[in-house]
């Protein structure tokens, strides 16, 4: 079984930049998550959807984050513009349903310049 | 929301001791307690969770304690290997908030 999957894993741009995430979460999995990890800090969770429903995001900065998961499989993280503390991994997760056995991705590392 | 502290944030043990790992928590909504480890530059991975009808699990050299009473759940690993050498998360499900790691170090 192929586990989740994120792109691209590594990622550099300058600030006031735009950049996306891409995640493919575990078949079957209806529950995903997307957390950001700053270094040497446990993961912070930014938004986590049941099916195609954001149903906790409230640590999601909404000036400049958007999230979205379309027919609620894949899911998209936009940050616009990027500012020089948005450095961090961002790791995206998926479980069949909350309160289950989380599934973490290898994350992307990104790099505001 | 949720709120989950972990103690202590670095531990040094020699090769063969074991190893504590305590968290608490805030909400008592929360009713699963996941423990990860993370070694340097990769993922998160699993290693052992309780759930809050449970009071205690075991996997092999590695445990978990659940004092639903206190709201605190606890990591014991036995018999510590160097492979062991990692940062180690606990989690507590009601807004899946994170504690903030212990490193711990198992020296040979």
């Known amino acids: 079984e192929a586990g989740v999957v994120q792109s691209p894993r590594y990622k550099i741009i300058e600030k006031k930049q735009p950049v996306a995430f891409w995640c493919n979460p575990i078949s079957g999995h209806n529950t995903l998550y997307w957390y950001r990890q700053n270094l040497g800090q446990g993961p912070e969770l930014l938004i986590r959807?049941?099916?195609?429903?954001?149903?906790?995001d409230s640590q999601l900065p909404k000036d400049r984050f958007s999230a979205e998961r379309l027919k609620g499989v894949d899911s998209t993280l936009k940050i616009q513009p990027a500012e020089l503390g948005d450095s961090a991994v961002y790791l995206c997760a998926s479980s069949l349903d909350d309160s289950d056995t989380q599934y973490f991705g290898p994350g992307t590392r990104l790099t505001v310049l | 929301g949720e709120n989950v502290e972990q103690h202590p944030s670095t531990l040094s043990v020699q090769e063969g001791d074991s190893a504590v790992i305590k968290c608490t928590y805030s909400?008592?909504?929360?009713?699963?307690f996941p423990w990860y480890k993370q070694e340097l530059g990769k993922r998160p991975q699993l290693i052992i969770d309780i759930r809050s009808n449970v009071g205690e699990k075991k996997d092999q050299r590695i445990a978990v304690t659940l004092n639903k009473t206190a709201k605190h759940f606890s990591l014991h690993i036995t018999e510590t290997q160097p492979e062991d050498s990692a940062v180690y998360f606990c989690?507590?499900?009601?807004?899946?908030?994170f504690g903030a790691g212990t490193r711990l170090t198992v020296k040979p």
């Open positions: 959807y049941e099916n195609e429903e954001a149903v906790d």
């Open positions: 909400d008592s909504a929360s009713n699963y």
């Open positions: 989690a507590a499900s009601y807004d899946m908030r």
